[in-house]
């Protein structure tokens, strides 16, 4: 087997989620050679993508297992993680409402929990509290779990962020690489999409809902669990309902999950969601009519008052549920351990909620557990913590915005009505790092296309100026990659 120092790497990454995101970020940081694989046309694709947005205080893990000590380390890690990668964060705090003694029970033994895994501030608050914390509340609700370091962040503009990161300090990124073969010769891992192979002498499995089937691929014959793909559909309402929560809002958790919450974003709008159904096909992201009753039966059951006729639009993602040997679903713990049966191979796998608020310090374990596993570590002399600066037009006063145009004449060209977003923000996403190469690209940098009129007025001027940057014909531009042109009839 051929493997020149040009195609080797110390480390290859497969999955470009907020996990193998986080763990490249934090390799970054040493004089190793990296590379992310990714299936998808861009990161963050996955669960990444859709999901609730929510930095989780570590309440809800089982005391003792990796998920808590992950969670609890990773939620404290968030803020300073976020300003560094320049990504907006609010540590608005959780709200667990109970309507009954039974549930007020639940939350004593939820409290205990976080407690223990070392979750801070936490306290039990009675009605009249909640109602001044949260005016809208339903009036049926009797107490409430206050976790004050819980938190928002938007999670795919973080994982783009810190990909972002760690693009700039060496580490190498291929999308539209799906991985169909693994083999391993001479104590190098051969990764294969079928027409080109990655080489590599540690392997991390970060694939996310497919993480089971890549361990198999690699070798690991008895990998201790299986994924069932959970779809969660989430109902997102126009920014003039931002207000109707000032907190993170859940009921008490079922078997099922955590429920349905009401939260607002930090883009200031409110998310409500998600479901949670076992379903066949591990990318089906599809909304159904019941589903998003069911998000709407569930919201309204904790603010009566909440105005889902303001949704601007509705989205799923699919969550990796671990399922034991046994058969029965395991939430106790992420499935994170070095393989026995293949030296050099690394799980992080089974990582569902809270992987987002674990991702910091899931990444940090990562590195530490390779480290274990013989990669020599030395730290990166010209390593840098941030990522270009981006600016963000709609956030700036007149002043700010006056001197940005003096700059640069094209912050002064309004292309997203909506969002504000100007035709600068666009050019600047597109020669980013891992640059927008469509229109779904352009909207998760920028937000251009993310407003009330659902892309209806910057789509066509957001295409011109992508064809016009990357250097190719108008009909060439596609929504999201693959088929989806846009223009199909020729330019004009």
Known sequence: METTEKMKYDVCIIGAGITGAMTARKLAKYNVSVIVLEAADDVAMGATKANSAIVHAGFDAECGTIKARLNVRGCAMMPEEAKELDVPYKMCGSLVCAYS????????TLYARGVENGVP?????????????????????????????A???????????????????????????????????????????????????YLVNAAGVHSDEIAILAGEANFPMHIIPRRGEYMLLDRSE?????????????????GILVSPTVDGNLILGPTAKAIDDRDDTATTSSGLEEVQRGAKHLVPGVNTRAVITQFSGVRPTPVGADGDITKSDFCIFISKAVSGLLHLAGIES??????????????????????????????????????RFRELDDAERAAVIAKNPLYGKIICRCETVTEGEIVDAIHRPLGARDLDMVKRRTRAGMGRCGAGFCSPRTVEILARELGVPMTEITKCGGNSVILNGGEK
Not at 122 to 148: C, D, F, N, T, Y
Not at 354 to 361: D, E, M, R, T
Request: aromatic share 6%; with cysteine.
């Open 354 to 391: 809270p992987g987002l608020a674990s991702s910091p310090a899931t990444g940090e374990y990562a590195v530490a557990l390779l480290a274990e596993m013989g990669l020599v570590l030395t730290e990166k002399e010209t390593y840098q913590k941030g990522r270009p600066e981006k600016i």
């Open 242 to 258: 931002g207000n109707t929560a000032s907190h993170v809002l859940f009921s008490c958790p079922s078997a099922n999950g955590k």
């Open 101 to 108: 003694d039974a549930e007020i029970k639940h939350l004593e």
């Open 151 to 201: 938190g928002i962040v938007c999670p795919y503009e973080l994982c783009i962020a810190a990909c972002e990161n760690a693009s700039i300090n060496g580490v190498v990124f291929k999308t539209n690489f799906r991985v169909c073969d693994i083999r391993k010769e001479d104590g190098i891992f051969a990764v294969s999409n079928g027409t080109e192979t990655v080489y590599a002498s």
């Open 121 to 149: 501030d936490l306290k039990i608050i009675g009605q009249k509290e909640l109602r001044e914390m949260e005016p809208h509340i339903s009036e049926e609700a009797v107490a409430a779990l206050w976790a004050p370091t």
